[in-house]
DNA sequence: TATTTGACCTTTA
DNA sequence: GTAAAGGCCAAAT
């Protein structure tokens, strides 16, 4: 039985490489008006093996509020480096540019149809 | 079974 | 303009 929990998971992985969002972005494109859950959902991405790459979302200010949960608290850092996203002080520089909006690329009505099997 | 916490965001003072 | 409080759903204790 798939949850809020999972759509969190089915967003996060569709987020392309180098770019980054934020909670608030993905509670408001999955309607859930939540935006603690969807931190909550990914603290939990970690120990399960979903593979979402939660280092690529971020709270509103662009801060890596999640790097605490992290392996290593300059892993996310370094793994967002890696993928061409300037950070810097813990936070992403240039967070309007990178800004990814789920609604833009995945459309309105996307939906985690196989969520289970990973989405289309 | 009920209460508290949790990687936050938005609104009001 | 900054600062503080409220609110959402779900899981863990």
């Known amino acids: 039985m798939p949850t809020y929990f999972d759509l969190v ?15 608030g972005a993905i509670a408001d494109f999955l309607a859930l008006g ?3 859950m ?8 970690f120990s399960e093996k ?10 509103r200010k662009g801060e890596l ?10 892993l996310m850092q370094e793994m967002l480096e890696a993928e061409g996203v300037r950070v810097e002080d813990n936070r992403v520089i240039d967070l309007d540019k990178h800004f990814w909006h789920p609604v833009e690329d995945l459309g309105e009505d996307w939906e985690p149809f196989d969520v289970e099997n990973g989405i289309a």
């Open 9 to 23: 998971y089915a967003v996060t992985r569709q987020v392309p490489p180098g770019r980054v969002t934020t909670y």
């Open 34 to 36: 939540a935006a603690r």
């Open 38 to 45: 969807v931190g909550w959902a990914l603290n939990h991405s």
């Open 50 to 59: 979903t593979g979402v790459p939660a280092h690529r979302v971020v709270n």
């Open 65 to 74: 509020s999640g790097r605490n949960h992290f392996p290593t608290p300059t």
